[in-house]
Every structure is written in structure tokens, then in C-alpha cells.
T-cell receptor, first 112, second 115 residues
């Protein structure tokens, strides 16, 4: 059964550094999403991406964040200058339609 | 805005006990409702869903009924197993015209089942 995959599983970075989190969505899916979960808090929506552009984003998704689908398979989230409060689990999700999303295993980001 | 509230956890049960995890929601439109499960060390897996009032979602012995009158989507299972130990998330998707599928999650409920 096809799955969403994410790399790396864990990332440790210094404050102010750039990080790129990578996702490979399920191959025939058209809708792509990033969410994050700060330890002990709710899973929060960051951004949705459809037809090669951002379709919706949350207040969290400020100028420090960007997403890209550089080729037919990868979907990336870039944080330009990481802050301590960016430490969280980041989940990628994809869907063939808007109706149902399938999540990857997550990347745990720790900013020191 | 949309919101989802789950019962406070954690929940600890013995094997074969009956499970209920309460979930209520606030939404302006007619949302679709979901339960996701997160097993230790894994990502979120879709457990079940319902897209309109009175629909019942079911999977792996779990059930939840979309109750518009009480804005609820409680998760139930008649006989839990140790392997059901996980974190359960209730979520909604606003079906309004400006939504592109964004999910709003509850805070999650940790379930531990003892033999």
C-alpha cells in the first residue's frame, strides 16, 4: 500500500540555521499539506498546496516558511532562519482529493 | 473559527473493556469529521470518517456517528485490545468553498490498554 514518506526522521539544528524537511507524497495525489505538533500541543495546520501553488496557509506560516514541489515526487518545507519555538514534529500529508488526507511519519525538529 | 474539543486524557482501560472518547466540534458550515490514530513512534493514520449528519464511520471495531444536533463525533469500541494503545485525534475538515482540505484537530487522547 502506498505511503507518504518523510526525511529525515530527526533533525537537530542551531537557531538561525536553515532547514529543509522533505516529503514524498503518494504518487497520484494532487493535494499536499504540512502540519506541525509542538510537544504536548495540538496538531496545527501550516499550509496546503495544490496545482503548484499555495492554496491556503495559517498565521504560523510566515515569511520564514516556504514550500516547494521541485519535481514530480518531492514536496519540501523550508524554514529560513529557525527559532527555538520551531521545535516540533512536522507532518506532511497528501490526498487525491480534498476529502481525505494521508499522513507521513513526521520529522522531529529540534532547534538549539 | 472552527475548533475541536476532545475529552481529557489519558484513558486507561483493561483489555476487553468498552471505550468511549468524546469529541465535540464548532464549525460554521457542514464539516467532514475524522478520527486519526497515532501509534507509538508512527505518524497519523486515518481510522474512520463521516461526511454528513447521521453517517456512521467504522473501522477495526471502532465506530463514530456524526451527530449534528449535539455537534459530536464520539469514538467507541466495544472491546479494546492492548494493541489499541495509542493517541487518538478527532479532526474536522471545513467543507466550505474557501477550504482546500485544511484539518482542524483536537488535542488528542492517550489510550493505554492493560492486559
Amino acid at each position: 500500500e502506498p505511503e507518504v514518506t518523510q526525511t529525515p526522521s530527526h533533525q537537530v539544528t542551531q537557531m538561525g540555521q536553515e532547514v529543509i524537511l522533505r516529503c514524498v507524497p503518494i504518487s497520484n495525489h494532487l493535494y499536499f499539506y504540512w502540519y506541525r505538533q509542538i510537544l504536548g500541543q495540538k496538531v496545527e495546520f501550516l499550509v496546503s498546496f495544490y496545482n503548484n501553488e499555495i492554496s491556503e496557509k495559517s498565521e504560523i506560516f510566515d515569511d520564514q516558511f516556504s514550500v516547494e514541489r521541485p519535481d514530480g515526487s518531492n514536496f519540501t518545507l523550508k524554514i529560513r532562519s529557525t527559532k527555538l519555538e520551531d521545535s516540533a514534529m512536522y507532518f506532511c500529508a497528501s490526498g487525491r482529493s480534498q476529502e481525505t488526507q494521508y499522513f507521513g511519519p513526521g520529522t522531529r525538529l529540534l532547534v538549539l | 473559527g472552527d475548533s475541536v474539543t476532545q475529552m481529557e486524557g489519558p484513558v486507561t482501560l483493561s483489555e476487553e473493556a468498552f471505550l468511549t472518547i468524546n469529541c465535540t466540534y464548532t464549525a460554521t458550515g457542514y464539516p467532514s469529521l475524522f478520527w486519526y490514530v497515532q501509534y507509538p513512534g508512527e505518524g497519523l493514520q486515518l481510522l474512520l470518517k463521516a461526511t454528513k449528519a447521521d453517517d456512521k464511520g467504522s473501522n477495526k471495531g471502532f465506530e463514530a456517528t456524526y451527530r449534528k444536533e449535539t455537534t459530536s463525533f464520539h469514538l467507541e469500541k466495544g472491546s479494546v485490545q492492548v494493541s489499541d494503545s495509542a493517541v487518538y485525534f478527532c479532526a474536522l475538515r471545513d467543507a466550505g468553498g474557501t477550504s482546500y482540505g485544511k484539518l482542524t484537530f483536537g488535542q488528542g487522547t492517550i489510550l493505554t490498554v492493560h492486559p
